[in-house]
């Protein structure tokens, strides 16, 4: 008779364990993810930033060219 109250008592003890390792790994890669999420993002950030920076050089040696070719061709330019 003393086994049968154990043997439920035991299984419980025994499934409980197991849903806090479930919920422990759960919150684990779940802070991972949120890591990478903020990593990711800032990787992002900062391309947007090299992309715009390399804009706005192209568009200043646009000028300059431009400003070069039409310097070469105005009537007073000297051959």
Known sequence: MKTSVWMPLLAALS???????????AATVGTLEAEDAKR??????MI????????QLTEARMRN????TSD????D???
């Open 48 to 55: 947007e930033k090299q992309l715009e920076e390399t804009r």
């Open 40 to 45: 990711v993002k800032q990787q992002q950030e």
């Open 65 to 68: 060219l431009e400003g070069a």
């Open 72 to 75: 070469n061709t105005s009537p």
């Open 15 to 25: 499934l409980s364990a197991c849903g806090v390792e479930v919920a422990t790994t």
């Open 77 to 79: 330019a000297t051959p």
